[in-house]
């Protein structure tokens, strides 16, 4: 069974620094698809960047970027120029390729980032 | 607007009770998802619907069931057997297709245990 790992359960940065967001997953699948998703206050899960494991090219998505280290089996998330909107809860999650039609997501533990002003 | 709607936005239920959580979509979506979301912890699958009539367990199916009878509606109902329902539940959807496609979600219900 696959598993994923958030190691940073809080963090906390100034609004326009850097922030980097650790996930790390346990595989033994070669072909598999890896998401950060963002759970604001508001609850509503939004998918902020994806990423297909056969892709060397790391994932970009404007202010987000994924580092995404395969033999390692680890997939940061990087927010760059953090805004106040960035603040939420931040959940890493991996997934199979679907071979029927449902697509069975597994999750992290989430970690909750908060921007300060 | 297409979406997914979830009502009601918050459930109280007194043990021993059976409670229906519903799930509605527009997105003309083939699959269908439940998860459970507790504190500290990530969301979990429940049970998923591929088409109409035909569903799946899946990682924590215990205490719950399901319906898939329209396309657009997947009912959970959280049952008696169920040890600790308190948490949040969110439904989600995607296409179906073999291929990936988003998987988009639902607001949703907040059930609490008296």
């Known amino acids: 069974a696959q598993t994923v790992t958030q190691s940073q359960p809080e963090m906390s940065v100034q609004e326009a620094e850097t922030v980097t967001l650790s996930c790390t997953y346990d595989?033994?699948?070669?072909?598999?698809?890896l998401f950060w998703y963002k759970q604001p206050p508001s609850r509503q899960m939004i998918l902020v960047i994806r990423?297909?494991?056969?892709?060397?090219q790391n994932a970009t998505e404007n202010r987000f970027s994924v580092n995404f280290q395969k033999a390692a089996k680890s997939f940061s998330l990087k927010i760059s120029d953090s805004q106040l909107g960035d603040t939420a809860m931040y959940f890493c999650?991996?997934?199979?390729?679907?071979?029927?039609?449902?697509?069975?997501?597994?999750f992290g533990q989430g970690t909750r980032l908060t921007i300060n002003p | 607007d297409g979406g997914i709607t979830q009502s009601p936005k918050y459930l109280f239920r007194k043990e021993g009770q059976n409670v229906t959580l519903s799930c509605e979509q527009n997105?003309?979506?083939?699959?269908m998802y439940w998860y459970r979301q507790d504190p500290g912890q990530g969301l979990r699958l429940i049970y998923y619907?591929?088409?109409?009539?035909?569903?799946q367990k899946g990682d924590i199916a215990e205490g719950y069931s399901v319906s898939r009878e329209k396309k657009e509606s997947f009912p959970l109902t959280v049952t008696s057997a169920q040890k600790n329902p308190t948490a949040f539940y969110l439904c989600?959807?995607?296409?179906?297709?073999?291929?990936?496609?988003?998987?988009?979600f639902g607001p949703g219900t907040r059930l609490t245990v008296l």
């Open positions: 595989t033994s699948e070669n072909n598999y698809y």
């Open positions: 999650a991996f997934m199979k390729p679907p071979t029927q039609g449902a697509q069975k997501l597994v």
């Open positions: 990423q297909e494991a056969y892709k060397q």
């Open positions: 989600a959807s995607s296409i179906g297709a073999r291929v990936y496609n988003e998987q988009f």
């Open positions: 619907s591929q088409i109409v009539n035909d569903f």
């Open positions: 997105l003309n979506h083939d699959a």
